[in-house]
């Protein structure tokens, strides 16, 4: 089973921006939909942005549409997510997600969260 490890989650003012990182523990990893998903205290989790296996197509939540980029390096099996213009709103736990197939309620592989803190 593939294992996902997010990272560079932490304190940003607001305007600023993050990148996160999801390392795969195998090379599998670059036959997957990849995506990214949030939990912002006392909510339900939400979808933020997908990127296909193939790294041609993506999608993103309206609420992060022209401010988070998805991308990844299949060389290193990481995933980013690259945050601009952050709000306080975007505060959350963001956590890496993996699967054959992309259903926008998650799929099959998550990471353990990464904390994104958005100070005014």
């Not at 997957?32 to 912002?40: D, E, N, T």
Request: charged share 20%; hydrophobic share 40%; aromatic share 10%.
């Amino acid at each position: 089973q593939v294992q996902l490890a997010e990272s560079g989650g932490g304190l940003v003012q607001v305007g600023g921006s993050l990148r996160l990182s999801c390392a795969a523990s195998e090379r599998t990893i670059t036959r997957y939909a990849v995506g990214w998903f949030r939990q912002a205290p006392g909510k339900e989790r939400e979808f933020v942005a997908v990127l296909s296996w193939s790294g041609g197509s993506t999608h993103y939540a309206d609420s992060v549409k022209g401010r988070f980029t998805i991308s990844k390096d299949d060389a290193k099996n990481t995933v980013f997510l690259y945050m601009n213009s952050l709000k306080a709103e975007d505060t959350a736990v963001y956590y890496c997600n993996a699967g054959l197939l992309f259903r926008p309620d998650g799929m099959d592989i998550w990471g353990k969260g990464t904390l994104v803190t958005v100070s005014s």
